[in-house]
């Protein structure tokens, strides 16, 4: 073996000795919860470790109620959801947990019709069809708001979500407010007793299950169905405009919503003429204690970051990003996490 082959075998295995202790040196923060928020949270973890290479994030979207269970049962670092907590689950927490808004998005009305007309819907029909009521896509109440339309006889088939879902949240509490009978027989939660339709896991298996079935209905986050290339509603708001669903739509939504202290708030169905009324805003929940001060510390780091540097990345994404007083407020909440 010569010297010089003998030099470049010591070189190699330094450096791959280097590589496996700055791996061994990483810190693993672990999260799950919800969907929605997943392609920027993504894109946050991406960038966040260009920024400390001594941090990995290991984010599993499983839906907001896997999220809420997760963060109760201190199994994860963070949980995230689209459905603030309630007062009986936070009741069930070892300690104090917080709820730190992020960004605010729209859930959509997306469809698989022949030649995916450009629709519109209200309230009322949107209600009628998850409900079973409303059975084909030429029905009447549908021919009303889309007047000129080529509507097919085909039966509707409705998707939603098969698993705890913050998307389902935001959904199930627009239809609540539009819908007394919908209020009534299926409310609004992370997960209800659907009356009809077919189930898909995430917005992921909702967008999936939409695309490949003919006459199918669902609800997704905008995102998704701007990635699948999936055509999508305007939808009728409290003003009685039709609101097509954009970042612009969701901020003057956003813009009406009254936050209190805790940040747990619903922004559906907003007043004003622009708003678009089927959305909503994502929660990080972190307890107000951490457990490990070495975590604690890294994670509240990269809170500061994600509500700073990282909102600026929201409207990529076709987020809206919280308005700056109400990302001051939560600048100061991530101030009284201790570690």
Avoid: C
């Avoid at 030099?7 to 923060?29: D, R, V």
């Avoid at 407010?177 to 189930?199: L, Y």
């Avoid at 986050?221 to 509603?233: S, T």
Wanted: no cysteine.
């Amino acid at each position: 073996m010569t010297k010089s082959y003998r030099s470049k075998i010591l070189l190699g295995l330094t450096i791959a000795f280097g590589l496996s202790a700055t791996a061994s040196a990483q810190m693993m923060i672990n999260g799950a919860g919800a969907t929605f928020p997943y392609p920027i949270y993504s894109k946050w973890f991406d960038e966040y470790a260009k920024v400390d290479p001594s941090v990995r994030f290991n984010y599993q979207s499983i839906g907001s109620g896997g999220g809420q269970k997760q963060i109760l049962a201190q199994t994860v670092d963070f949980g995230a959801s689209d459905g603030p907590m309630s007062d009986e689950n936070l009741s069930k927490a070892p300690g104090k947990i917080l709820h730190l808004p992020t960004v605010a998005g729209a859930v959509v009305m997306t469809y698989n019709l022949p030649g995916n007309p450009a629709l519109k819907l209200d309230g009322e029909t949107i209600a009628d069809i998850f409900l079973g009521k409303i059975k084909k896509w030429n029905d009447p109440k549908i021919a009303a708001s889309n007047p000129g339309a080529k509507l097919p006889e085909n039966e509707i088939v409705v998707v939603h979500r098969s698993d705890g879902s913050g998307t389902t949240f935001i959904f199930t509490d627009y239809v609540s407010k539009v819908s007394a009978e919908w209020k009534q027989k299926a409310g609004n939660n992370t997960s209800v007793n659907w009356p009809t339709g077919i189930g898909g896991k995430g917005n992921e298996g909702v967008s999936g299950q939409v695309k490949q079935t003919p006459g199918a209905i669902g609800y997704v986050e905008l995102i998704y169905a701007v990635q699948n290339k999936m055509p999508y509603a305007n939808v009728k708001n409290a003003a009685g405009q039709f609101a097509k669903p954009s970042m612009e739509s969701v901020t003057a939504a956003l813009g009406t919503a009254n936050i209190p202290d805790d940040f747990r708030f619903s922004m559906t169905n907003a007043p004003g003429d622009s708003a678009y009324p089927i959305a909503g805003a994502t929660w990080l929940l972190v307890y107000e204690q951490q457990k490990d001060p070495a975590k604690g510390k890294k994670l509240i780091e990269f809170l500061k970051w994600a509500l700073t540097k990282g909102e600026g990345m929201a409207k990529d994404l076709n987020y809206a990003p919280l308005p700056d007083e109400v990302q001051q407020r939560v600048l100061k909440r991530i101030d009284e996490i201790k570690f």
